[in-house]
């Protein structure tokens, strides 16, 4: 009688523990319920899978793309399937690995409700309105709460506030001003305040350099004779054609001229090639975020 009623306790324990872990995720796209903590993860893009890898979760199938980082270059391996691309999920790949959970970032959550179908979904992607660094802080906290890693999630958090908050104070101090541009296919575009790269002001504190600047996916077009006039202090660029093939872009080769070399920036070494994968492909990775902490703390010699 003893020895049945232990292994009904046993039993009734071990179905509590399987439901203690029962959470909802609050995402871009809604609401996830997820069950248990998941062990067959597929994960779609490349910031995602930048902070999955950071906080030592093993995906079973990933996206397989030619931009990935050299510190993700595991994922290259047969051992992890193919997910797709970045915009293109391959579903009937997905859907034979039987996953437990699938992330998916911004550039493939248009296909959300298929996804859905195989498995919840959870979307790895900020909402613009909140900014980039507390709406990364989210997706952290995200997976912190879905794989049981709050502690290590809140160690990273921690750390990288300090680091924004010590270049705030510095670029408060100095009135440092700056102006983002990126070059590609010959052309060069600027971003304010409220664009893709809004972290430049409102997370790491530079002032406008230009204001009314005109908010699009690929920024507003201007000219060497636009920087030269607007004189930044600091003059942050991104070099989209190493996106493509990093042995043809010449974009270092076309801002060595005599309209960037009359700007303070130039002028003072705070003009900054940065990270492209960091700033463009991972955005909100764990990795890629220290990257952009590290391309800034250069920029202002921090």
């Known amino acids: 009688m003893k020895t049945l009623f232990k292994a009904m306790v046993l039993s009734i324990f071990a179905s509590f523990s399987a439901h203690a872990h029962n959470i909802t995720i609050d995402h871009l796209m809604g609401q996830t319920q997820i069950d248990g903590t998941p062990e067959k993860v597929v994960v779609i893009g490349l910031g995602s899978l930048d902070a999955v890898n950071a906080l030592g979760i093993d995906p079973v199938a990933v996206s397989k ?10 994922y290259k391996s047969d051992k992890y399937a193919n997910a797709g691309s ?5 579903f009937e ?23 859905s179908k195989i498995a919840p979904v959870v979307v790895f992607a900020n909402n613009q309105a909140e900014g980039y660094w507390e709406g990364t802080k989210e997706q952290w906290r995200n997976l912190g709460k ?6 290590l999630v809140e160690q990273k958090i921690a750390s990288l506030e300090k680091e924004f908050n010590a270049i705030r104070q510095h670029n408060s101090a100095s009135n440092s001003d700056a102006l983002t541009v990126m070059s590609s296919g010959g052309n060069i575009t600027a971003f304010g305040p409220e664009s893709r790269f809004s972290v430049i002001y409102k997370d790491f504190g530079f002032k406008e350099t230009v204001k009314d600047i005109k908010t699009a996916t690929h920024g507003d077009s201007i000219s060497f004779e636009f920087i030269r006039e607007a004189n930044p202090k600091t003059l942050l660029i991104i070099d989209r054609d190493t996106l493509i093939n990093p042995a043809d872009s010449t974009t270092r080769e ?49």
């Open 93 to 115: 790949e997905i859907y034979m690995q039987e996953p437990d959970l699938i992330i998916v970032g911004p550039r493939s959550s248009t296909s959300y409700e298929e996804l």
């Open 254 to 302: 076309d801002f060595d001229n005599d309209l960037v070399k009359s700007t303070q920036a130039y002028k003072t070494g705070k003009m900054t090639y940065l990270d492209l994968n960091a700033w463009y492909l991972s955005m909100s990775g764990i990795t890629a975020t220290e990257q952009m902490v590290s391309d800034i703390k250069n920029s202002v010699a921090l």
């Open 65 to 74: 793309v030619s931009q990935t980082p050299n510190y993700l270059d595991k």
């Open 146 to 151: 879905i794989f049981s890693k709050e502690d």
């Open 86 to 90: 970045l915009f293109e999920p391959n």
